[in-house]
């Protein structure tokens, strides 16, 4: 049923949201050198490897792999473009892709990089690794950014156990209002 609710919801979303998908797609390549999508090695299901999609919010010369809050000053390299995209949370739209081909779900644990072993181990304790990784999640409205690994593991373990078709929509109805506030969200809010 999850899977079905994701495969009709993404392609849905994908047909009404292609017009600002475009928009977003010129004003990056108008705006910065390189390309419109950025595409990351992320966990997928059962630890497996995928491609995420993402707007491209940072410039080209970025470190690769290395996840924006540990970078020594992130705002160096976050676009003009790529902050408004980061604070409306718009970069993420390519993932309804993700979705639609099943490497992702629209509500489940956020897909950690591929080296972030502290956080995949975390989240072996709860199961987390086990389900699809989501658009948005349990811990995504819940701090975002500013949770500390253990407690996003945890929030991950909870949503394991909680899943159903109405936490989803809970979720989904809580990013709504995380999204509007720009709660957690950290870098690129220049």
């Known amino acids: 049923m999850k899977r079905v609710m994701d495969w009709l919801l993404s392609l849905a ?3 009404v949201l292609m ?11 108008c ?19 995928f491609n995420i999609l993402k707007f491209r919010t940072m410039r080209i010369d970025t470190p690769k792999d290395c ?3 540990l970078l020594s000053n992130p705002d160096l390299y976050i676009t003009k473009v790529g902050a408004f995209l ?25 897909p950690a990089l591929w080296n972030q072993d502290d956080l995949i181990a975390e989240r072996d304790r709860y199961g987390a690794n086990d389900i699809r990784p989501g658009l948005t999640g349990w811990a ?14 945890k929030l991950d373990g909870e949503y394991v156990r909680r899943m ?21 969200v950290k870098e690129g809010r220049k």
Not at 19 to 29: D, N
Not at 31 to 49: A, E, W
Not at 140 to 153: F, S, T, Y
Not at 166 to 177: A, E, M, S
């Open 140 to 153: 995504q409205v819940n701090g975002r950014d500013e949770l500390a690994i253990e407690e996003k593991a």
């Open 67 to 69: 996840p924006t809050h």
């Open 19 to 29: 017009p600002i998908m475009i928009v977003i797609a010129v004003a990056i390549k």
């Open 86 to 110: 980061r604070k409306t949370s718009l970069d993420e739209l390519p993932q309804l892709f993700n979705i639609l081909k099943g490497d992702m779900s629209i509500v489940g644990p956020r």
């Open 31 to 49: 705006s910065s050198k390189g390309p419109v999508f950025f595409k990351q090695k992320r966990v997928g299901i059962h630890k497996s490897y």
């Open 164 to 184: 159903s078709v109405w936490f989803d929509f809970k979720c989904i109805l809580r990013t709504v209002t995380s999204v509007l506030k720009q709660d957690g």
């Open 13 to 15: 979303g994908i047909i």
